[in-house]
Nanobody
Framework: HVQLVESGGASVQAGGSLTLSCAASGNIFNTHCVAWFRQAPGKEREGVAV????????YYDDSVKGRFTASKGNTKNDAYLQMNNLQPEDTAVYYC?????????????????WGQGTQVTVS
């Protein structure tokens, strides 16, 4: 299956910005939803944003609406998560993942393929 590699995580101060990247080893965006998740220490993993196959339909969790922007790259093999006005509660390991397209992609369930994650720390 197609492999995912996240990058761009860093330590930033509150109010700062970061852009995470998700590089796929093959073209998945035409047939799969690509989602961003995060997992904070001691907490369950939660969905942050989902990019549907058209690249235009993007769903956000309420906790990041207005601050985070997910997008597909100009190639067919990458995605990004632009994060603005970061807060300490955004501290987590961020993952990208994918699953076959479905109308329920925004439920953040059944994502079978995952990257290794990238750490974001906000202080």
């Amino acid at each position: 299956h197609v492999q995912l590699v996240e990058s761009g995580g860093a330590s930033v101060q509150a109010g700062g910005s970061l852009t995470l990247s998700c590089a796929a080893s093959g073209n998945i965006f035409n047939t799969h939803c690509v989602a961003w998740f995060r997992q904070a220490p001691g907490k369950e993993r939660e969905g942050v944003a989902v990019i549907y196959t058209d690249g235009v339909t993007i769903y956000y969790d309420d906790s990041v609406k207005g601050r985070f922007t997910a997008s597909k790259g100009n190639t067919k093999n990458d995605a990004y998560l632009q994060m603005n006005n970061l807060q300490p509660e955004d501290t987590a390991v961020y993952y990208c993942a994918y699953r076959r397209w479905s109308t329920t992609c925004g439920d953040f369930k059944d994502y079978a393929y995952w990257g290794q994650g990238t750490q974001v720390t906000v202080s």
